[in-house]
């Protein structure tokens, strides 16, 4: 057996470990009670969410494309990403989806990973910018700071990368320094993906667009766990709460440890939640409904337009 397969497997036992201690740990038949008494109509309008999700992250990718003179359509964009988010459920981390995209425009892979890198980072400040505003507001509304470290930590990396990335004389002296390598002419293709990337320096006003379509994506990744919520038989919780704690569970959820997140995502919740009046059982529960029906809607939508492409 190779060390590729053994990783994989290793990924699903860690998967499955954290998911079994999370039953341990809970209220098990609480769980199954908030199940079985799930209000399905309070569920109707969840699939809904992240196929926006899905189009708002399509649109800031066309933005990013476009700046590169891509040509090509929002409607096709759209399948493209979803079909990527199909992908990403089963491999590790997001990075897979992220190299489907990069597939799908093969015709200028350089320009696609570029691009691709950029929409990354900007997706990230603007997660971790959008949790720094939710930790505000609640410390107004509750006197309690949630996370500030991690946050403006998590905001200081991105920003120096952004720095980095789009410095003319930043870009100036690591392409002298890359153009040394000439293996497999690895210096040469480096500074290639770099010299795009840096170009976006000089698009302040489609960054920013893309910042703020940042910020609406992370609050609809929050909306849709918190619609399951309030379809639970449960004593309900703030908006505000989901709209703090999703995004800065779906970082933790970055980390490639097992497939899809699996477990990963359900410890977020367990921790997160309770904090803020969840029972451990109804945040676990919370986060299994909403990844099934992200999950369900990424298979049904993304594979239709796999196939059709095939």
Known sequence: MDRSRLLTILRFLIGAFLIAFILIRIDILHFFELVRRVRLPGLIPVPLIYLVFAFLSALRWKLLLDYQNFQIGLDTLFKYYLISLLFGQALPTTVGGDIIRVIYLKDRKADAFAVVV?????????????????????????????????????????????????????????SQQ?????????????????????????????????????????????????????????????????????????????????????????????????????????????SLLAKSIEIAVYLIFGGIFYFRRR
């Open 178 to 286: 890359v153009a040394k390598i000439r293996f497999l002419a690895l210096g040469e293709r480096v500074r290639k993906i770099y010299y795009i990337i840096n170009k976006f320096r000089k698009a302040k006003k489609e960054m920013l667009f893309c910042l703020l379509l940042s910020f609406s994506i992370q609050a609809t990744l929050a909306v849709g766990p918190y619609l399951v919520h309030r379809s639970l038989r449960v004593e309900p919780i703030s908006l505000g709460y989901f709209l703090l704690c999703v995004p800065l569970i779906n970082i933790i959820a970055m980390i490639p440890i097992s497939p899809g997140a699996i477990g990963v995502r359900e410890t977020g919740f367990v921790f997160f939640f309770p904090k803020f009046g969840l029972s451990d059982a109804a945040a676990f529960t919370t």
């Open 118 to 174: 950029m929409d990354r980072l900007i997706g990230f400040l603007g997660l971790f910018i959008f949790s720094l505003s939710m930790a505000l507001i609640i410390y107004l509304i509750r006197r309690e700071i949630y996370f500030l470290k991690f946050i403006l930590i998590g905001i200081s990396i991105i920003l120096g990368l952004i720095f980095l990335l789009l410095s003319h004389n930043v870009f100036q002296f690591i």
